[in-house]
């Protein structure tokens, strides 16, 4: 019937499986089964995985998806759904769910457009990754190379981001991404964006406060260049809002990449206070910063401010001065005309009131 064909569908997938190729019996994963009491009943009781692979189900059970299980989370990923059932294959295989080139296609059985309606954390992340460098890269030529989701999130030891000891936590995503941008990482680390971090400031940006995590962008893109400025913004509110006002921010707001944004300026990975004599914006190296753009700059070239900010009258005091000039002369000049109106509209108004009476006189 039915089920004998099922079961020897399931036999063939088994045979050419893991298990199935190391002499493994189906009572060594169904232990409820009584080989002189067949045939069995329809649905077995889950397997016990750690009878073999104890370690793994250790690990397991500390994860994102084990402590959701264990909470009543009927959803969560289990051993089955990421390694498959009767059809398991190592990891090797071209065939394996959990192969390099098919593990992204196994994880989006729970994180891509059906998230959304499942209600699952992140949401439809497998449209952000697919239009990702990334993701984009499994696609092409580096597909070997190219990184998955469990070179960021790990395998068995899947933890959550708010984990101090999962690999995509606030601690650990930056050693997370230099394992693949060792250079990036020994840059970042150095800048002073690095060294907050290492001083315990976890609010200090890391890879993914500017890269972001599953959408991740070529960087020399205008798409992510002119974004990229946004996110400086994050932190750097009032320098973000001063650039705006110059010819560069103008410029910029408009769409075009081809002008200074904050890293032109500030370098990228290394980024150093303009106090230390290393950083493009120091008073040593200012002019050669400015002349990566501007070939025929001069040092008076160099002096102009690139964030004048007229409410800082400590950094700007000829602009700070200037603007409160102006707002005084243009109060001045409303004020006066405001009141130049006033009189106006009152004169205007006795006289047509006036003109009112002598007409009414004339008529009787």
């Not at 890879?207 to 962008?217: L, P």
């Not at 990228?268 to 950083?279: C, G």
Request: hydrophobic share 30%; glycine share 10%; with cysteine.
């Amino acid at each position: 019937g039915a089920g004998g064909k099922s079961i020897a569908v399931d036999g063939a997938k088994f045979g050419k499986s893991a298990h199935g190729g190391a002499g493994l019996k189906c009572t060594n994963c169904h232990a409820d089964i009584v080989a002189d009491k067949l045939p069995h009943r329809d649905r077995q009781k889950p397997v016990q995985c750690a009878s073999c692979h104890d370690q793994a189900v250790k690990d397991y059970a500390a994860t994102v998806h084990g402590v959701s299980r264990k909470g009543g989370n009927d959803a969560a990923a289990s051993c089955a759904d990421c390694h498959g059932t009767h059809d398991i294959r190592p990891s090797k295989d071209p065939e394996s769910r959990t192969n390099h080139a098919n593990l992204q296609a196994t994880c989006l059985r729970c994180h891509g457009a059906e998230a959304v309606k499942a209600g699952l954390p992140g949401g439809d992340i497998g449209s952000k990754f697919d239009d990702s460098i990334h993701g984009k890269a499994l696609k092409g030529a580096a597909r070997a190379s190219a990184p998955e989701c469990t070179d960021c999130h790990g395998t068995h030891d899947m933890r959550p981001k708010s984990d101090p000891a999962s690999k995509v936590s606030r601690e650990r995503s930056p050693d997370t991404c230099g394992s693949c941008h060792k250079p990036e990482r020994e840059a970042w680390a150095n800048g002073m964006h690095g060294k907050l971090r290492q001083g315990g400031v976890l609010a200090a940006p890391g890879c993914t406060d500017c890269h972001s995590a599953h959408g991740i962008q070529q960087h020399d893109t205008a798409k992510f260049q002119l974004q990229v400025i946004e996110e400086c913004g994050t932190c750097h509110g009032d320098y973000v809002d001063t650039y705006r006002d110059t010819f560069h921010g103008q410029v910029t707001a408009l769409g075009y990449a081809r002008m200074a944004t904050c890293a032109s300026c500030h370098g990228a990975h290394d980024v150093l206070p303009a106090s230390n004599p290393a950083s493009p914006v120091s008073p040593e190296n200012r002019l050669k910063t400015c002349q990566k753009c501007h070939a025929g700059a001069s040092a008076n070239f160099a002096s102009f401010d690139p964030h004048a900010n007229k409410h800082d009258r400590a950094r700007s005091p000829a602009y700070y001065w200037t603007a409160r000039f102006m707002e005084l002369l243009l109060l001045g000049v409303f004020s006066f005309f405001g009141v130049h109106t006033v009189f106006w509209f009152y004169r205007s108004l006795r006289e047509r009131l006036a003109r009112g009476r002598g007409n009414g006189k004339e008529t009787h």
